[in-house]
């Protein structure tokens, strides 16, 4: 099942994507912060490192 992400601001970002994956708020602050996008990129080269906006 899909949701809307809302990314006008900060906090709307944060609250959909935590509705969305059926957490709170804090729990996905908690992920995000601990995530090492250097050791994610690294262990696969595949993932596109650039975007387009």
Known sequence: MGFVLHCSGRDNTLITF???????VPEL????????????????PYI???ASV
């Open 29 to 44: 602050e908690i992920v995000l912060l601990d995530t090492d996008l250097e050791k994610v990129f690294t262990a696969d």
């Open 18 to 24: 935590s509705k969305g994956f059926g957490c709170t």
């Open 48 to 50: 596109p490192k650039t």
